[in-house]
Nanobody, 115 residues
Framework: QLQASGGGLVQAGGSLRLSCAASGFTLDSYAIGWFRQVPGKEREGVSCISASGGSTWYADSVKGRFTISRDNAKNTVYLQMSSLKPDDTAVYYC??????????WGQGTQVTVSS
């Protein structure tokens, strides 16, 4: 099971760090993705990181502002979000990926960015 945490309310320009922790299995065999969803819209991919941590991907909308990382010893993946914008407001989810497809979702964490 995956659990996302670290969300909250922040002013525009601020920062938050999200964590995705696993229980019951180890993350080091999986690529991990961060996704976000706004009510009424489809869930969108934000970032992902390979199992080794050697490869990362970012959506254009967050490139240069968000940084994904992982600590396999802690069985946790992080999403450092900086220069946050109101458009980043969403529920953020993490998921374990196999061949690029989510196979296990965590519960989301709400991020709200005020203008």
């Amino acid at each position: 099971q995956l659990q996302a945490s670290g969300g909250g309310l922040v002013q525009a320009g601020g920062s938050l760090r999200l964590s995705c922790a696993a229980s019951g299995f180890t993350l080091d065999s999986y690529a991990i993705g961060w996704f976000r969803q706004v009510p009424g819209k489809e869930r969108e991919g934000v970032s992902c990181i390979s199992a080794s941590g050697g490869s990362t991907w970012y959506a254009d909308s967050v490139k240069g502002r968000f940084t994904i990382s992982r600590d396999n010893a802690k069985n946790t993946v992080y999403l450092q979000m900086s220069s946050l914008k109101p458009d980043d407001t969403a529920v953020y989810y993490c998921a374990a990926l196999l061949s690029g497809n989510p196979v296990s979702w965590g519960q989301g964490t709400q991020v709200t960015v005020s203008s």
